[in-house]
C-alpha cells in the first residue's frame, strides 16, 4: 500500500489550519520508536481520553532475551500496544497507536501499521542505535514518518544535522524535538506529522 496516497488527500485539507473540507474524520498514527524512548510516555500525555496501556512488569526472566541497556530503571514495558485519541481541531480527530518497544513483540507490527496514514519515531540521544531497525521497517512498509527527539533531560543534545545523517534520513524527513511527558509538545510533533502527510499528497497530486 502506498500510504501518501489518496487517503491522505481526503484525510489532511492544509487551509493554514489543518482544516477538512468536510464533516469530522479519523486518522489512524502510530508512535514507533526503540525500548524505552517513551512511546507509551507520550500517547498518554497527549491523549484526550484515558489511554489504552498494555504495560507488564519487567522481571528477571526476561534478562539476556530482552534488550534494555541504558534503561536500567525501566520497571514496566509495552507488551501489545497504546491506544489513544487526540483532537486537533472539530473536524481532524487523531487515533494513536504505541508499538511494543520490545523486538519479540514487533511481529504485532503487522495489525497496528494496518490503515495509519503515519508514524512519529521517537528517538533517545542516549540510544540512537535502536531506532535503526526502526527507521528501516518503516522506509520498507513505505510508511511515512517525522523523527520526534525525545529530550530527556541528561540526553547529549546533537545538531539536527548531525542527527539525520546518524539516523540515514533523507532531506525531506521532518525533525522534531518533544518531551513526551508534555501534551503541547507531543501535540507539535503530531501536527509535524500532519504538515509532513499533507506536503507528501500536494506533490502526489501535482506529479
Ligand atoms: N525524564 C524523562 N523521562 C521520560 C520521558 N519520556 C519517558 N520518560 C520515562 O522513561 C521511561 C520509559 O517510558 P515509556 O513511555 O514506558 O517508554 P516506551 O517507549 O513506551 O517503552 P516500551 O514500551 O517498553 O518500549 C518511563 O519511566 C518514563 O517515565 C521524558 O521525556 N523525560
Ligand atoms: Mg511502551
Known amino acids: 500500500m502506498d500510504y501518501a496516497s489518496s487517503d491522505v ?25 526503540g525500548f524505552g524512548v517513551g512511546k507509551t510516555t507520550m500517547v ?28 536500567k530503571d525501566k520497571k514496566t514495558t509495552t507488551v501489545a500496544m497504546d491506544f489513544g485519541r487526540i483532537s486537533i481541531n472539530e473536524e481532524l480527530i487523531l487515533y494513536l497507536f504505541g508499538t511494543p518497544g520490545q523486538e519479540r513483540f514487533w511481529f504485532l507490527w503487522n495489525g497496528i501499521f494496518e490503515g495509519a496514514l503515519g508514524a512519529v519515531v521517537l528517538v533517545d540521544t542516549r540510544r540512537i542505535e535502536v ?9 520498507d512498509r513505505r510508511v511515512p514518518f517525522v523523527v520526534a527527539v525525545n529530550a530527556f533531560p541528561e540526553a547529549p ?30 501535540r507539535d510533533a503530531l501536527l509535524a506529522l500532519m504538515g ?12
Open 9 to 33: 488527500r481526503e484525510a489532511v485539507r492544509h487551509d493554514g489550519d489543518l482544516l477538512l473540507s468536510h464533516g469530522a474524520r479519523g486518522v489512524k498514527v502510530v508512535v514507533v520508536g
Open 44 to 71: 498518554g500525555a497527549v491523549s484526550e481520553i484515558p489511554p489504552l496501556t498494555t504495560e507488564e512488569t519487567m522481571t528477571q526472566a526476561g534478562v539476556g532475551i530482552d534488550h534494555n541497556p541504558g534503561v
Open 131 to 139: 531506532s535503526f531497525e526502526v527507521i528501516t521497517r518503516l522506509e
Open 157 to 186: 543534545q546533537y545538531p539536527l544535522g548531525d542527527l539525520r545523517t546518524a539516523l540515514a534520513l533523507s532531506e525531506t524527513v521532518p525533525i522534531v524535538t518533544c518531551d513526551a511527558r508534555d501534551r503541547a509538545s507531543c
Open 196 to 207: 509532513y502527510l499533507y506536503t507528501l499528497a500536494a506533490a502526489q497530486e501535482t506529479a
